[in-house]
């Protein structure tokens, strides 16, 4: 299994952690009004890498690292961005200047991590409230019966796909509401980060066969299962 | 005992949020909480607390408070985390040095720094580096472990052990012979020795219950005592009170010494062989930022670069130099360092904490175990040829700790000295330590054999022989290179492990009687700055003792329980077996023969 570390990035209220949540819950909560925060979750998927002619199942662990609320006044701190993987930048398609932000976000993370490797997804969220109603006066019509608002889109796909391009960013509209493309961001993610991380994998994993890894030993030890550390102890 | 005053719980006040059962019970968080829990959108204009600072003490007391259900604003002056027991860039201590000689960061005075133009223009980068303004060694059975790993901070941080402890005596480190194991192999103890300091090591880990060994002592010295009571030479003596104790000078008195050596015994092989770990990408700054986190995840506001100009005890409003205003309904913590100008409540920092901070262009990996990049190295007092009367301790970094990169090091030292004395005694240190590692790299491969040693267990250890050599008459051909240098004076109201006195957070009695005209701190509780004590222990001591003026009682600080995958699925949560979506709990990790282990850990 292999393990990365993500985090989530954007302004406050475009919907961040709602993603989240229906990535690793499969629920959406209409009265989240703003960003939540939460320790971090993890969630696994499967991917199928086809690597010589062979197809094989990989199953990828995301360590998935929420805001906590801390980039409202930018106080995110460096253990936030460390060893990110990868990072999702979130805007609202309905907000003008939300994607403006989530440009800030992506110079910001350029800046604080510096692994070249970092996979940065560019999400503009939010398209179920505006599908399908690309003229503003038919669209209080056609959501009859519905509760929910007809917004109009503010920023345009190709606007958010352009800039994705030149920043060499992932891309995709979703909506955390219907869930529309939130599994197929973190598929991505992982097919991407494996097809990047793939030569480091195997030689690492070569590495522990051969039984020598630079006379560091590296060991993960277990924490003793009641809270109190010294209960192992003899 | 639940006192009249005491504040409800987070519990109690969120009924409807978190399933709990009766008290005592600690307080079950569900696995998703904080995902579930919309902030408020704006600003709150009303808090329960206010805490500016961002160090170790108000970090670990935002998280309890922000866990027991207070409703925290935590804010700090600075654009960084971690205040007084920050973790910074080259760059960052470059202003910061420039702020303390400008007299704009209290209780910090005589900074001097070199940077060599190798950092910032050269093959480093300031990033490169994470300094500590008070590094700390955790013991493995500590409070602050049980509370890292109760609130899950742990998971935030990287641990690595520390088990070279070095002594400095008669020119050479000597490496600690601290496990019965290495006492018995040790062949340049005499049978006689080694037999008194078994007795000695059976006496302490007992110690309390043996009044009628100890007490006729208690006013005494740790050493008349070692000396008298179990007949044990000089060098064990220092090894047992300077190194093992991490004391501080020779007056010791009995009881405190019993604690800290026994400290020292009981953290052994909890984890593994050593009794300490250190955290990587830095100390105490990395632990705050960690516990800041868990308490923004508890619903705490964060808000740095926010400067605390006044408070007013009879509206309860704060202001904030930007203008803006909050309400605070109990109480408002401020760090010394942080105080509103025009403080007038500030207590006295009567205690001098002189520090040096070297990179050095050397990977120096004699003075570490195999596997580790972390030491220890003691100089007890009368071992520099300044005469020293207090301890010098050099806490080492390697490149392996991720503070500094491939090839240099990271040197603390600290003493807690008073006056220019101090300066002498530090420079001293320094200089034994440069020898000693000039020797070392100047001279060839002849004796690698030695070098190598197998334990009784069949792993091998590098036990660098020439370190134990003295250097005398050893004269270097070179200079070492520093990259860097810092040397400041910190100042604090906390002698080392003078585990903090409740009363001294006394000042909101008689809260009419303490207002001073004019002050613009008045109704506020100080926080104490770190003392020169180089592990955590007073560090959830003092936390406590101010979540108890908060709250009205210390019962349920950190009581709270994470809710794990399984018993989400015995509940029958929706979906729970579908997804893996527990808070991440290293359950892959292998617990056979986690004793024999030395290197990079989780706890």
Not at chain 2, 28 to 39: K, Q, R, T, Y
Not at chain 2, 89 to 101: A, S, Y
Not at chain 2, 103 to 130: H, M
Not at chain 2, 575 to 594: H, L, Y
Request: aromatic share 10%.
């Amino acid at each position: 299994m292999l393990q990365f570390k993500l985090v989530l990035l954007g302004d406050s209220s475009v919907g961040k952690s709602s993603i989240v949540h229906r990535f690793v819950k499969d629920t959406f909560d209409e009265l989240r009004e703003s960003t939540i925060g939460a320790a971090f979750l993890s969630q696994s998927i499967t991917i199928h890498p086809n690597d010589g002619n062979e197809t094989k199942d990989v199953v990828i662990k995301f360590e998935i690292w929420d805001t906590a609320g801390q980039e409202r006044y930018k106080s995110l701190a460096p253990m936030y961005y460390r060893n990110a993987n990868a990072a999702l930048v979130v805007y609202d398609i309905t907000q003008e200047d939300s994607l403006q932000k989530a440009r800030n976000w992506v110079d910001e993370l350029k800046n604080k991590v510096g692994d070249d490797d970092l996979v940065i997804y560019l999400l503009g969220n939010k398209v179920d409230l505006c599908q399908e109603t690309p003229s503003t006066e038919t669209s209080p019509d056609s959501n009859e019966g519905g509760d929910e608002e007809q917004k109009v889109r503010a920023i345009s796909t190709e606007e958010a796909k352009q800039y994705a391009q030149e920043q060499g960013l992932l891309f995709r509209e979703v909506s955390a509401k219907t869930g529309e493309g939130v599994k197929e961001i973190f598929q991505d993610i992982g097919e991407k980060l494996y097809d990047l991380k793939k030569d480091e994998i195997l030689s690492k994993q070569n590495r522990q066969i051969g039984g020598g890894n630079n006379g560091q030993v590296d060991i993960n030890l277990q924490r003793p299962s009641t809270n109190d550390p010294t209960s192992c102890c003899s | 005992m639940l006192s009249p005053e005491r504040r409800p719980s987070m519990a109690e006040r969120r009924p409807s949020f978190f399933s709990f059962t009766q008290n005592p019970s600690p307080l079950v968080v569900p696995h998703l909480a904080g995902i579930e829990d919309p902030l408020p959108a704006t600003t709150p204009d009303k808090v329960d607390v206010l805490i500016a600072g961002t160090g170790m003490v108000e970090s670990v007391l935002a998280a309890a408070l922000a866990w027991q259900g207070s409703n925290v604003l935590h804010i700090d002056k600075n654009d960084y985390y971690g205040d007084t027991s920050a973790t910074l860039t080259v760059d960052q201590i470059k202003r910061w040095v420039n702020e303390v000689n400008e007299g704009s960061v209290s209780c910090y005075k005589n900074a001097k720094l070199y940077v060599s133009t190798l950092i910032g223009s050269g093959k480093y980068s300031s990033r490169d580096f994470g300094i500590d303004l008070s590094p700390k060694i955790l013991f493995a059975k500590s409070d602050l472990l049980s509370i890292l790993i109760k609130s899950r901070v742990h998971q935030y941080l990287e641990f690595q052990s520390l088990s070279n402890f070095h002594t400095y005596e008669n020119d050479c480190f000597e490496k600690l012979t601290n496990t019965k194991q290495e006492i018995f192999t040790d062949q340049n103890l005499p049978l006689m020795t080694k037999r008194n300091l078994m007795k000695f090591i059976k006496f302490v880990l007992n110690w309390e219950a043996q009044t009628e060994i100890w007490q006729p002592y208690a006013e005494r010295t740790m050493s008349d005592f070692l000396v008298e009571k179990f007949k044990l030479e000089k060098p064990q003596v220092f090894e047992l009170i300077f190194s093992i104790g991490l004391c501080y000078d020779l007056n010791v008195k009995v009881p405190e010494a019993l604690q800290r050596i026994r400290r020292y015994l009981t953290s052994f092989d909890v984890y593994g062989p050593f009794p300490a770990l250190c955290s990587k990408y830095g100390g105490p700054g990395e632990l705050s930022q960690g516990f800041c986190r868990s308490a923004a995840v508890g619903g705490a506001t964060y808000k740095l670069n926010e400067k605390l100009v006044s408070f007013n005890p009879t509206t309860k409003v704060a202001t904030f130099q930007d203008g803006s205003k909050v309400e605070v309904s109990e109480k408002v913590i401020i760090s010394p360092t942080q105080a509103p100008k025009d403080s007038k409540h500030v207590p006295q920092q009567q205690h001098q904490v002189h520090r040096l901070t070297c990179i050095v262009e050397n990977p120096c990996t004699e003075w570490f175990n195999e596997g580790e990049s972390a030491a220890m190295v003691v100089f007890p007092p009368g071992s520099l040829k300044s005469g020293n009367k207090e301890v010098v301790q050099a806490f080492i970094l390697g490149a392996g700790s991720e503070i500094c990169p491939e090839g240099t090091i990271v040197w603390y030292l600290s003493t807690t000295e008073q006056g220019p004395r101090a300066e002498m005694d530090i420079d001293a240190a320094l200089e034994a330590m440069e020898m000693a590692l000039l020797r070392e790299s100047s001279s060839g491969l002849e004796n690698d054999e030695e070098i190598v040693q197998l334990t009784g267990n069949g792993h091998t250890i590098v036990n660098s022989v020439k370190l134990g050599q003295s250097f005398k008459e050893y004269v270097p051909r070179e200079r070492l290179q520093f990259l860097f240098k810092l040397y400041y004076t910190q100042y604090t109201s906390t002698p080392p492990f003078g585990v903090v006195n409740s009363s001294f957070f006394d000042v909101n009695q008689d809260l009419e009687k303490k207002y001073i005209p004019g002050a613009s701190d008045n109704g506020v509780i100080y926080t104490t700055m770190p003392s020169a004590e180089i592990s955590y222990d007073e560090v959830v001591t003092a936390a406590k003792v101010l979540y108890e003026k908060i709250v009205g009682s210390d019962d349920d600080f950190f009581d709270l329980d994470f809710e794990d995958e399984d018993e989400i699925q015995a509940s029958g949560v929706a979906n729970a077996e579908q997804f893996e979506n527990a808070i991440d709990d290293d359950d892959d990790v292998n617990m056979e023969g986690s004793g024999e282990f030395v290197g990079e850990m989780e706890i």
